[in-house]
């Protein structure tokens, strides 16, 4: 019982610490009926997608892993 509790403190002391870490943040757009030609970013003339531009000039998309 006594390593359980001391288990139990070592995480409570090391998992904030760890937590602090750098991490990249994912996220991750899913619509529906909607294919890459159809934001403005991705050249389409028609269709304005403000929300979306300023997302993608901060954001790493998949074609920039080639």
């Known amino acids: 019982m006594r390593w359980v509790l001391a288990a139990t403190?070592?995480?409570?002391v090391v998992a904030p610490?760890?937590?602090?870490?750098?991490?990249p943040n994912v996220?991750?757009?899913?619509?529906?009926?909607?294919?890459?030609?159809d934001f403005s970013?991705?050249?389409?003339?028609?269709?304005?997608?403000p929300a979306f531009d300023a997302f993608a000039r901060e954001s790493v998309r998949p074609?920039?892993?080639?």
């Not at 760890?18 to 991490?23: E, H, K, L």
């Not at 074609?63 to 080639?66: A, F, W």
């Open 63 to 66: 074609g920039h892993s080639r």
């Open 17 to 23: 610490a760890a937590a602090q870490a750098a991490r």
């Open 9 to 12: 403190a070592a995480v409570a």
């Open 27 to 37: 996220v991750i757009v899913m619509t529906d009926d909607q294919g890459l030609g």
């Open 41 to 49: 970013y991705t050249g389409n003339p028609v269709l304005r997608t």
